[in-house]
């Protein structure tokens, strides 16, 4: 004998009611919480700013939103951002421009492939690693600011290795012939110090000084030979930086 189903009372019906509606407005709530973290997360997606090369290579070297802002995250002494002023973002894109330059102009010479040369090398990026540490204080500040930015071991060792790269070109071509005569270092000493005689303070000799004004005349002199070659490079035939997103 079979027993009626017994029909849910008015109360059952409205709790049921209740219940569902709250069940659904919790799925509508993690849905549309995931959907907004997931915009959150592509709110800046990265992107091509611009393109260089100076004609040696098929295929240009590119720059992007990212590496703009990695350049200026690697600047201790800029406040740290996620997003740099407009002016900042130029600034970088310059400098990016310039060492994108260099930087294809060095990896034109063969890497010597010795065992001690690339010993070598290594020990410099290592160096490199703990100057960038040493300047922002501690590994842990640098790390923050590389998570603030996202830039990652990886990358940051590819800068540093680039980094390295430019400058043993630099020393290879510019270096050794960064020459300070004894005339230009006693016109620097007595344009520093000259003006310190007879005033009561200890004024440093010119045997004192002169290593000193020795290094600052010799990078002077490298740094004008280094604008200098850029310039060339920036007006040589080949050359093409091609501007795809403006900052």
Not at 207 to 212: K, M, S, T
Not at 227 to 240: A, H, K, S, V, Y
Request: proline share 4%; with cysteine; hydrophobic share 40%.
């Amino acid at each position: 004998m079979s027993s009626k189903q017994q029909k849910p009372t008015h109360l059952e019906r409205i709790f049921f009611r209740r219940t569902f509606l709250r069940f659904l407005s919790l799925l509508v709530f993690l849905l549309l919480t995931a959907h907004c973290s997931l915009l959150t997360a592509q709110t800046v997606p990265d992107k091509i700013v611009a393109s260089v090369t100076n004609g040696s290579q098929a295929t240009p070297d590119v720059i992007t939103y990212s590496d703009l802002v990695w350049q200026l995250a690697l600047e201790p002494a800029r406040p740290a951002t996620a997003r740099p002023s407009a002016e900042e973002l130029k600034q970088a894109l310059d400098t990016l421009v310039q060492q994108t330059l260099v930087l294809q102009e060095a990896k034109k010479l063969p890497l010597a492939q010795t065992p001690e040369a690339q010993k070598d090398f290594e020990q410099k990026v290592k160096d490199r690693w703990d100057d960038v540490i040493r300047a922002f204080g501690s590994r842990a500040v640098l790390e923050e600011r590389m998570k603030l930015v996202g830039l990652t071991t990886e990358h940051l060792d590819q800068i540093l290795r680039d980094r390295q790269t430019m400058d043993s070109y630099v020393d290879f071509r510019f270096r050794a012939f960064a020459v300070v005569s004894t005339k230009e270092i006693s016109e620097r000493y007595d344009k520093l110090y000259g003006p310190q005689r007879g005033s009561g303070r200890i004024v440093k000799t010119l045997d004192q000084a002169r290593d000193e004004i020795e290094h600052q005349l010799t990078e002077e002199k490298i740094q004008t030979e280094i604008d200098n070659f850029i310039d060339r490079l920036m007006d040589q035939p080949g050359t093409e930086i091609v501007i795809l997103n403006p900052v």
